[in-house]
Every structure is written in structure tokens, then in C-alpha cells.
């Protein structure tokens, strides 16, 4: 299992539809997630900057490289566009953050 942690940045005045929309997350899509071993999975966000952080564990890294293509993921960006930074294929702007300390 490896624990994935990423930064993205949502639009001034969107937190509140940004958390209603993730409230009402697809249950296709939450199959999808948990199907390719995606657990523990938390989004934070950081009301004075608009920084969303994102945490995750995946049993298999690489599947991750995957999601993209898979058309569930596609129509998620595609919705959440409008309330976040985003690629010019709608994937939301993310970064990923390095691992500096882990107490389990």
C-alpha cells in the first residue's frame, strides 16, 4: 500500500458546492475508485488559500495512470471543472507533494 498525497487549487467562492458535489460523489465512481484499490481517500481544504490537499492510499501505483481513460473519471472532471483549475482535457491542476513524515 502507498500513501499518495497531491495539491490541487479550487476557484474563490466554490467551497461550498465543491463539498455538496463530493457529499453526492457517483457511486459509479466510488466503485471504480475502490475497484482499482483506492482507499482511505480525503480531500482538505485550506479556506485562506483555496488549496485543496488530497490524500490517498493505492494498493497499486500504477493503476493509477489508468484512470484517466476511464470515461466515469472523464464525465467526474468534466463536472467539477467549473470549481477548480483544470487541464485543458478538464483533469483537475494537480501536484504531487512529497512524503516528509508518517506517524502510523
Request: charged share 30%; net charge negative; with cysteine.
Amino acid at each position: 500500500m502507498k500513501r499518495i498525497a497531491f495539491k490541487m487549487k479550487l476557484l474563490p467562492g466554490c467551497a461550498e458546492e465543491y463539498k455538496k458535489r463530493h457529499d453526492e460523489i457517483w457511486p459509479r465512481l466510488v466503485f471504480l475508485l475502490k475497484e482499482v484499490g483506492i482507499s482511505e481517500y480525503s480531500i482538505f481544504l485550506d479556506e485562506e488559500t483555496n488549496i485543496l490537499f488530497g490524500v490517498l492510499n493505492a494498493e497499486d501505483v500504477d493503476v493509477l495512470d489508468k484512470l484517466p481513460q476511464q470515461d466515469i473519471m472523464q464525465e467526474w472532471w468534466k463536472y467539477m471543472s467549473d470549481l477548480m483549475e483544470t487541464n485543458a482535457d478538464n483533469s483537475p491542476v494537480s501536484k504531487p507533494l512529497r512524503d516528509v513524515f508518517y506517524l502510523p
